[in-house]
Nanobody, 123 residues
Framework: VQLQASGGGLVQTGGSLRLSCEAS????????TGWFRQAPGKDREFVAA????????DYVDSLKDRFTVSRDKAKNSVYLQMNDLKPEDTALYYC?????????????????WGQGTLVTVSS
């Protein structure tokens, strides 16, 4: 499975972006799809994840009020809607897929990774 993340860009504080993650060479079937981010000089951190059925999600506590993860099975895609963006949200955002029960929040559980899409939030 190859993952392609897109939708990043430059946005002002308070703006919104929707990131997309599309699978090719396979499907997301039965996989948990997660979003991670890595800011300059910082470790990669978990952002959000959604199960295959789309009925179970998990978020890092600090972002759950502003970010929403969703899935469109027909389009074989997962999305991350990000609202009220702040400069501290600036990072390279990655989507990843894991085959695990429940929701995986640890990056080591994810076997497939996209290349990342850059989000820059200006103050």
């Amino acid at each position: 499975v190859q993952l392609q993340a897109s939708g990043g860009g430059l946005v002002q504080t308070g703006g919104s972006l929707r990131l997309s993650c599309e699978a090719s060479g396979g499907t997301f079937r039965w996989y948990v799809t997660g979003w991670f981010r890595q800011a300059p000089g910082k470790d990669r951190e978990f952002v959000a994840a959604i199960n295959w059925g789309g009925d179970s999600t998990d978020y890092v506590d600090s972002l759950k009020d502003r970010f929403t993860v969703s899935r469109d099975k027909a389009k074989n895609s997962v999305y991350l809607q990000m609202n009220d963006l702040k400069p501290e949200d600036t990072a390279l955002y990655y989507c990843a897929a894991a085959y695990c029960s429940g929701i995986c929040t640890t990056s080591g559980r994810y076997a497939y990774w996209g290349q990342g899409t850059l989000v820059t939030v200006s103050s």
